[in-house]
């Protein structure tokens, strides 16, 4: 699914923030400050680069696993990014999605986030998919359980993708990770069947544009066959 040799959607796995602050001997949660201030350029940078869906792992259903006062500076850091760019996902017509259970996060996160989701419900150009507490296997499940209450027997692939986050979104065309895992770590499994997986190991608040210009071109020289014999 894609338009010249872009991608529509590119999913990024935003890891390694905590190794870059240890080998600059600071603590993780200077790690996660300088990895949020890379999103803005990495987002508009995709958006004018011709990528019509950015979708951003920010926090894991595993993620509640880590100390309190890490979870509460992600937390904390995603609000700020929010607010700061409100006013320009308005501008820009960006519409902004999140992925995930809001419940169960902090009530000043979860009213940004829904104050931005309707502020930018009516754009549809761009989207800007975040996830949140968002684990692909929960989602899943999710899914699953909304189809049955809405009184199917069975399950349909079709059903299964009306009921996710990403709801009449394109699949996940390309995934970048970086920090130099080389595994999804339950992001997008479903939206991600055919994504081509491009790992770095840059740490993610050393990714710029440049980096992203890489995986890019690295994209553009994937064949993608879905299955057939000859490249789509
Ligand atoms: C990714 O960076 C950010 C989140 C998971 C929120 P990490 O915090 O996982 O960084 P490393 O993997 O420990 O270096
Ligand atoms: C994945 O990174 C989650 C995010 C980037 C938000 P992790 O650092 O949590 O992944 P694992 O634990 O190394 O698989
Ligand atoms: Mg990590």
């Known amino acids: 699914m894609t338009k010249g040799n872009i991608p529509r959607h590119v999913g990024f796995i935003m ?6 602050a240890k080998e600059h ?26 990528i019509e869906v950015v979708s951003l792992y920010a926090f ?38 999140i992925s995930g259970d809001l419940s169960a996060l902090p009530e000043n996160l979860r009213s940004e986030c829904l104050e931005r989701i309707a502020d930018t419900c009516r754009f549809s150009e761009h989207v800007l998919n975040i996830a949140i507490n968002y684990g692909s296997k929960a989602e899943i499940v999710r899914a699953v359980n909304q189809a049955l209450k809405n009184g199917k027997t069975q399950i349909s692939e079709e059903d299964i993708a009306e009921n996710s986050y990403t ?33 770095t190991d840059v740490y993610w608040p050393d990714f710029h544009k440049k980096q992203l210009g890489e995986a890019i071109g690295w994209f553009s020289n994937r064949q993608r066959r879905f299955g057939d014999v000859s490249p789509k």
């Open 15 to 20: 890891d390694g923030n905590g190794r870059w």
């Open 25 to 50: 001997g600071k603590p993780r949660t200077f790690g996660h400050k300088k990895g949020a201030d890379v999103i803005h350029e990495i987002v508009s940078a995709s958006f004018n680069g011709g």
């Open 60 to 97: 894991s259903t595993e993620n509640w696993a880590r100390p309190k006062d890490e979870v509460d500076s992600i937390f904390d850091l995603l609000r700020k990014f929010l607010k700061k760019y409100a006013k320009e996902l308005i501008d820009e017509e960006i519409k902004l999605i």
């Open 167 to 199: 709801k009449g979104l394109p699949d996940i065309d390309l995934i970048v990770r970086t920090g130099g895992e080389q595994r999804l770590s339950n992001f997008f499994l479903w939206q991600a069947a055919y994504a081509e997986l491009y790992f």
